[in-house]
């Protein structure tokens, strides 16, 4: 009976360690008092602050909408529209939150909504603002360094989760977020999001079973 | 999959949110029971996977910053007007419907054999309509008013033109609206 017990701590803090390397992983102490003088200089209207705040977080909120939406034509787009309402209410922002915390709120809720409104839309003749022509279809070079088949199967899996749940499940491992923060970024209560992680989990279990 | 107080737990594990003693009680649990041994077997795959992927951060392309910077230029270029003359067609398109809806109303009434004082009451329930509603006695006369309108207007096919015609129409103001408050252009403020 003992021998069959292949489950334990020690397995799993070992692929626990293996996270370490997350989106957020570049953000230090010195970048988040920076941080907060770029919030501080845009919030008083310095649009160049704003491009700072920009180019240090494209990344992390790019992959966010990435791993949301599965596609990076829709993520790119998604990521720009994420800073543009960042810009737009940039005077709600309080600096007791950190921004990349705030960015990532708004990013998931974009994306939510973006994937809300995809399944209740029949026609896309909106969808094809002139920006859209710029961003091409060609994958990234870091996405095709990637084994295909493993890359495609999570991407898979987590479109057959619904939005609620993928962004859970995003913010927890790209993120590495803890339950009070994924709770306080998707703005809901810690028991919401405990028991969307179980449910996307036994999901992702039955999905990977049926694949 | 068959789930008992403790299928949930494994889940908090996986997440770090379990106190060591629950860790414990939790391991000695799966030590019994099989079905929860296959949950977190289950459970077990799919974390693997998703921390496989999750070591790898996409980044957008280069020049994210210029391509942002130009859509916010855009956006600023391409203010609030269109929410404007959507509204203005809004509001003229609803009067005429109305206008339409309270003349065509009105002749129906007088054609049916109905003198101009019919045309006269419907002309006083739209006044009541817009004066409306402070008394709970106001809103059930308007009740009244609408069902008996409603009952005589059913039987004109005229009417139902009309119905499928408004609602046609309301769908599509509803369509256009949800179009335009798709850009949030509209509360950016020019701090250029
Ligand atoms: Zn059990």
Redesign the pocket.
């Given at each position: 009976m003992n021998n069959t017990l292949t489950f334990g701590q020690q397995s799993f803090m070992n692929s626990s360690v293996a996270t370490k390397q997350t989106a957020e992983q570049h953000v230090t102490p010195e970048m988040q008092a920076q941080e907060q003088v770029w919030a501080m200089a845009a919030q008083k209207g310095d649009s160049a602050a704003f491009m700072n705040i920009v180019d240090a977080y494209q990344r992390p909120v790019y992959n966010l909408c990435y791993r949301m939406l599965g596609d990076t034509t829709e993520a790119e787009d998604a990521a720009q529209e994420t800073f543009l309402r960042a810009y737009t209410k940039l005077k709600t922002y309080n600096a007791d939150r950190k921004l990349s915390s705030w960015l990532l709120s708004i990013a998931s809720h974009y994306c939510i909504d973006r994937l809300r409104k995809k399944r209740y839309q029949m026609v896309s003749w909106d969808e094809l603002p002139p920006w859209q022509a710029v961003a091409d279809k060609k994958p990234q070079p870091e996405e095709a360094a990637l084994t295909h088949e493993r890359h495609d199967t999570v991407h898979q899996l987590l479109d057959t989760l619904p939005e609620d749940y993928r962004a859970a499940t995003v913010l927890r491992y790209w993120y590495e977020m803890s339950y009070d923060e994924i709770a306080e970024t998707l703005e809901t209560s810690v028991s919401a999001i405990k028991s969307r992680l179980f449910r996307a989990r036994q999901m992702l279990a039955e999905a990977v079973e049926t694949q | 999959m068959?789930?008992?107080?403790?299928?949930e737990k494994i889940s908090e594990w996986f997440d770090n949110e379990l106190n060591p003693d629950e860790v414990a009680e939790l391991q000695a649990?799966?030590a019994?029971?099989?079905?929860?041994?296959q949950?977190y077997e289950s459970m077990q795959h799919v974390h693997t996977l998703l921390l496989g992927a999750a070591a790898h951060v996409a980044a957008p392309d280069q020049g994210f910053v210029q391509r942002f910077e130009s859509r916010l230029a855009w956006r600023q270029a391409h203010k609030p007007w269109h929410i404007w003359v959507a509204l203005g067609a809004l509001l003229v398109g609803t009067l005429l419907f109305w206008s339409a809806w309270a003349i065509s109303g009105g002749l129906l009434l007088v054609n049916a054999g109905g003198s101009a004082l019919d045309a006269n009451v419907l002309y006083q329930g739209v006044m009541i309509i817009f004066e409306s509603a402070a008394s709970l006695r106001t809103f059930v006369n308007i009740c009244l008013l609408l069902w008996k309108t409603g009952l005589f207007l059913i039987s004109q096919p005229l009417i139902w033109l009309l119905i499928i015609t408004s609602v046609c129409a309301t769908w599509l103001w509803l369509r256009i609206l949800q179009l335009l408050s798709r850009r949030p252009a509209k509360s950016i403020e020019l701090t250029l």
């Open positions: - | 068959m789930n008992d107080k403790y299928t649990h799966l019994g029971c099989s079905t929860c041994r949950t």
